[in-house]
């Protein structure tokens, strides 16, 4: 059979329906900006203390009632203890001062057991406020976000088999509709398990609608449109939306607000299920030639271009998979050479992901003000999107992803030497972390799937999604390991990507190279390889030329 690219050649690379499908899946995509982030703002801690009932305090013990921490060096209001009431309401029943008349250090102290009043100065209300997450119950804050990324995870598990399956598309709107609809549903929480229940399923549908729309967009366009797409054009989008996420948020400032005015503008999405067609690709890959080619026919039309009679005339003699024939993540183990590069790619996903959101949800705390410092946390992806698609254009991949992760590990580890009296410095270098790792994270998604034949690339890529994900579940416990050295975080991170650097070296390279049809078409390409032992085999290469297809 001849090469995909070749077959639809006529239709040209940047024409009607090409622009129609790269925007609307562009589109699809913004959402999961705010999804993935939007628990900066629903679980921001405001400032509380213990609330006292009205039982006739004296005004100097209505200030005095909640114990002053020394906290930075500042004195600030307990969190999560008060003097104890009954003691306090006699002391002033009689008249007593506090400070003068009494010692307040030596007054018992209790718990927060008539709940807390919170501040109302940053939000008007966050699932913290609204079920009392905090104190002893702080801990469940780090779970909800845990439990959210499991459900990440496992969706970019589940997902890449269904679609393989199924089809691109109808997991692209299943996926969305899991999403949207859960997103909406959250509002109704009674309590923070409710929240997080609703949270977990919403989880199962928020990057598997960003891998299914990078497939499928993948599949689809050709050349150096596909490039732009799959780097540029879906991370960007991404990124809108994690930009417009504080603008949201500055405005509707109570959590159900937020949540409502996220979800409802998805309904939007439904009438492109009319619009964005199937994967010509996986059709043809499952033996659906006649509808693989009345897309493309249609395709014609819409760029004013004349079809071939016959678009894949030879597909039926030369195509050696059995269109029949289901193939599941074990696929992705049972040969060396796509298990070796399945593993590096786990191992490289995992790193990214970590650092990716590690970073994310760490510099989100650059500035005094939340909204400031998310949107300066999404800004930097730009340029970083800008320099992955140019990196993806001009350069091969092996190297770059090589470069930018070493790039990031370098910055990561030079935070460590930084004096404290130069604070900016070190924002400088965590910030040209963010950079590189992003840079890092743009290109994976293409790479990924242009190592991979059509049967098993959705798989793949969600696979190797999947165990990132693993990244995205420990993120917010690595950020708090600051509590027992304060550059640990940075160090864990950095090591990471050290590691992943090295191990990408023995990845093929794709560069330049069609998209891979069959497995037998990604075993052959070849790769760099360990230097042999001296005196058992030829000592000549250790990077071999990529052979043809």
């Given amino acids: 059979m001849r090469d995909y690219d070749e077959s639809v050649a006529f239709l040209g690379q940047w024409g009607r329906f090409q622009q129609v499908v790269f925007f609307l899946l562009c589109a699809t995509i913004v959402p999961n900006g705010f999804g993935a982030f939007t628990l900066v703002f629903l679980t921001d801690v405001q400032s509380h203390h213990c609330a006292v009932p009205d039982v006739n305090l004296t005004e100097d013990w209505v200030e005095a009632v909640i114990p002053r921490q020394a906290v930075n060096g500042e004195q600030r209001l307990s969190r999560c203890t008060r003097f104890r009431l009954d003691v306090v309401r006699n002391l002033s029943a009689l008249g007593l001062v506090p400070g003068r008349d009494v010692n307040l250090s030596d007054l018992q102290q209790e718990t927060c057991v008539d709940g807390w009043s919170y501040s109302r100065d940053v939000y008007d209300a966050t699932i913290v406020s609204e079920f009392d997450l905090v104190c002893a119950e702080q801990w469940k804050l780090t779970f909800v976000s845990t439990v959210f990324f499991v459900g990440v995870l496992l969706g970019s598990f589940f997902s890449g088999q269904l679609s393989d399956r199924f089809g691109r598309k109808p997991v692209l709107f299943a996926t969305m509709a899991v999403q949207i609809s859960f997103t909406f549903f959250q509002v109704f929480s009674t309590s923070w398990i409710v929240f997080t229940v609703l949270l977990f399923i919403n989880g199962l549908g928020q990057i598997s609608n960003f891998v299914a729309a990078l497939v499928l967009g993948t599949e689809i366009l050709t050349g150096h449109v596909r490039v732009l797409y799959s780097s ?59 509808e693989a080619e009345t897309i493309l026919r249609k395709a014609a039309k819409w760029n004013k271009v004349r079809p071939p009679a016959v678009i894949f005339s030879d597909h039926g003699v030369d195509n ?50 939340p909204y400031v410092s998310c949107f300066i946390s999404a800004a930097v992806e730009v340029p970083a999107y800008v320099s992955g698609w140019l990196a993806l254009r001009f350069l091969r991949r092996r190297r770059s992803i090589c470069f930018m992760l070493l790039l990031e590990a370098s910055a990561l580890f030079l935070i460590q030497l930084v004096p404290q009296s130069l604070p900016h410095l070190s924002i400088g270098l965590e910030m040209l972390g963010k950079y590189a790792v992003t840079v890092t994270f743009s290109m994976m998604f293409t790479y990924m799937a242009e190592l991979y034949p059509t049967l098993l690339r959705n798989t793949a890529v969600g696979m190797c999604s999947t165990v990132g994900r693993l990244g995205n579940c420990i993120a917010p416990f690595l950020i708090t390991l600051n509590v027992y050295l304060l550059h640990l975080p940075y160090i864990v991170i950095g090591t990471l990507a050290f590691v992943a650097a090295t191990s990408v070296l023995f990845l093929p390279e794709s560069f330049g190279k069609p998209l891979p049809e069959t497995v037998h078409q990604m075993q052959r390409r070849e790769r760099m390889q360990c230097p042999r032992i001296p005196g058992t085999e030829d000592r000549r290469p250790v990077e071999l030329q990529d052979g043809p297809l």
Wanted: charged content about 15%; glycine content about 6%; aromatic content about 12%.
């Fill in 232 to 290: 540029m054009g879906t991370c960007l989008s991404f990124t809108v939306g994690y930009m417009l996420l504080p603008l949201f948020a500055f405005f509707l400032r109570d959590w159900k607000s937020l949540l409502l005015a996220l979800s409802l503008p998805g309904l939007a999405f439904l009438p492109l299920w009319w619009l964005i067609p199937e994967s010509p690709r996986w059709l043809l890959s499952r033996g659906r030639v006649e």
């Fill in 320 to 369: 050696k998979t059995d269109p029949k024939a289901r193939h599941n993540a074990l696929d992705l183990l049972r040969t060396g050479s796509i298990r070796v590069t399945t593993l590096i790619l786990c191992l490289v996903s995992f790193a990214v992901c970590t650092g990716y959101y590690g970073l994310s949800f760490n510099t989100s705390q650059l500035h005094a003000d």
